[in-house]
Nanobody
Framework: QVQLVESGGGLVQAGGSLRLSCAAS????????MGWFRQAPRKERECVAA????????DYADSVKGRFTISRDNAKTTVDLEINSLKPEDTAVYYC?????????????WGQGTQVTVSS
């Protein structure tokens, strides 16, 4: 498995922006599909963005399309999530996750999460 550490969360006003970063270590980073998930209180965890090893054709949840941008730097072994036009409903703990190339449908590694709070 790969070890993941998120950073960049915080308190921001509605309409503002944040950049979350996930640093990976351990197994070769470019063998993994990377994703960002979030979990709000009393809600299920949802995948908001995912990106494959090449960085092409990222996927986004409909609720964040046009506002969130996922990117990765395989040389630095990082994956970032740029969040713009933040809304109060974006408030959640955001997690970075990795799925191995051998089983892209299974998220096997998770970070500890970083809190994003959006005030109205």
């Amino acid at each position: 498995q790969v070890q993941l550490v998120e950073s960049g969360g915080g308190l921001v006003q509605a309409g503002g922006s944040l950049r979350l970063s996930c640093a990976a270590s351990g197994r070769p980073f470019n063998f993994y599909r990377m994703g960002w998930f979030r979990q709000a209180p009393r809600k299920e965890r949802e995948c908001v963005a995912a990106i494959n090893w090449s960085g092409s054709n990222p996927d986004y949840a409909d609720s964040v399309k046009g506002r969130f941008t996922i990117s990765r730097d395989n040389a630095k072994t990082t994956v970032d999530l740029e969040i713009n036009s933040l809304k109060p409903e974006d408030t959640a703990v955001y997690y970075c996750a990795a799925a191995p190339a051998s089983n892209l449908g299974v998220w096997t590694s998770w970070g500890q999460g970083t809190q994003v709070t959006v005030s109205s």
